[in-house]
């Protein structure tokens, strides 16, 4: 176990220094560097600072030296539009995002288990074909598009929902979220059924396929052999059999979820990362770009090795397999 | 896949010799459903591809254009006596036209980019199945890296890198789409090079790129049409929510996310039209296309068949 954990730790430590790598040339070697970090309207003395404070006077390897040990300290340069170091203003911004995405994550749970359990208990019934069909419809539907639909329906025709912003924000244990006052709750409602729609079609899908898989197994008929109630054998033999691949792929999609909270910000004016990055990207904001790009890469590196180690945990057969490997 | 079905006897009469091309079209008819949405999708790429003759007005071109027409709901009829059967947008396009050229560079967009993703990656899952040790070892570390980021997420920094452009989204998909395709090829064509058929064309002194490109691709196809199928799909929706966001297609491209993106600022006001439509008909090319890609996967897995 430990083994494996260190070589995933080594993993991740070489995925790291190559993304940072790729960042550092995405940026110096496209574009001027000077360009990125300081601003259009910037006088000679300014520029000089900076070139000065970013080490850009140095050869190419000192550069890069440079871009870590600034990239470690935190210092990425100021956003051009707020005038707060970036990295401060992305990580301002992080809550929000991931408040939507957990919320996302639960809504899935809540409705996808529930469904899918359903849905292959009576594979035959009517109810379950229509949960199967709308779940293919959740693959297809672009995110985007959803959004825009919820708005249209909830917000404008029947005027239920705000349609924009995170609302009133309240305070609980030193966290200051939406989940905490009813105003916020109103507005967390319609993205978060928005990002979750993919996730709730997924969840369906494992669940209903895991519950068929499971139902004629011997174990099943043992329990009821045993005597036990329908209820007992559905909700904790079956159940407990079924949660592995659903967490699982839970998990993975985290990521997922974090990522495509981008559309969906952007949709409901979600104060979140998502909107930070497409707003600087459209208003050419670069140093945000780059923190952004570096923040996100170590968040998606730390998530799949967390998602590693914890599989490897549940299933030991995957540390098994990847000890045979090399 | 192979061989069996080749050489299968003659059917009554001797007349329809079974081709494996013959059984697969067989066997895909008999879903109604699939055969439906490929039906849909045949006719919806046909009038896209032909929309500069049969659209009612040409959207892109700002003459035929009359900012009067501006937001009429759908079934309207403009200055000029035309028909707006989904209504008008806020510069007084025809929203049918719209829609199709949206559409066809939609699917200018997919196929391109996956007909070069499928090259590179194809290249690649055959040279690192074929050569495998080391070389093999990094080429698949790399679409392992690749497929731990989402792939909005990557198509979003090589845009914000590279700016926007068709030639740059069609790239950006390229990178995003490659690692599936190897993955699949190096997949099944692992199992295929141990197979007697490569040993006898190694025995034939076949050169290597013979062997790779005539005998064993083309037993990997099958996994391939599937995986092309379903990426399609994705990248035309992928394409359309890049474009909605503004990263993708600049705003002089007839693009579906645009559209959509454009009728989001009049949609609190009650004028659903110019986004709901573009909407609906990117909606069923999505779904015809991963209906047919959900039928091939059964049709081509040879361990459904019977």
Redesign the interface.
Known sequence: MTVFIIRRLMQSAL?LI?MSLLVFF??FA??DPVEIFVAADADQAERERAIKALGLDRPIWAQYGYFVVNALAGDLGRSFVFNIPSIELILQRMPATLELASCAVMLSVVIGIPLGMFAGYRPESRISKTIMATS??G???????VG??L??VF???LGWLP?TGRGQLGEFLGIRSSLFTLDGLAHLALPALNLALFNISLVIRLTRAGMRENMPMDYVKFARAKGLSQKRVVFVHVMKNIMIPVVTVIGLEI??VI??A??TE??FAWPGMGKL??DS??NLDRPV?VAY?LI??IM??VI?LVVDILYSVLDPRVRLADAGKS | MSGPTASAPPTEGGARVETPFRRFVADFRESRVAVGALGVFALIFAAAMLCSLISPQNPYDLRQLDIMDGKLPPGSVSGDGLVFWLGSDSQGRDMVSAILYGLRTSFLVAVTSGVLAAFVGTSVGLFAAYYGGRFDTVLMRMVDIKLAFPAILIALVLLAVLGQGVGKIVFALVIIQYAYYARTVRASALVERRKEYVEAAHCLALPKSRILFRHILPNCLPPLIVVGTIQIANSIALEATLSFLGVGLPITEPSLGLLIANGFEYILSGVYWISFFPGLALLVTIVSINLVGDHLRDVLNPRLQK
């Open positions: 995925v190559i995405g940026v496209i574009g293919i419809a693959f297809s539907l672009p995110t985007f598009w825009l639909m708005i249209l917000a404008v025709e349609s990521g997922q990522a495509f981008v559309v952007t949709i990055i497409i990207i459209n770009i790009l996100t890469v998606f590196i799949n």
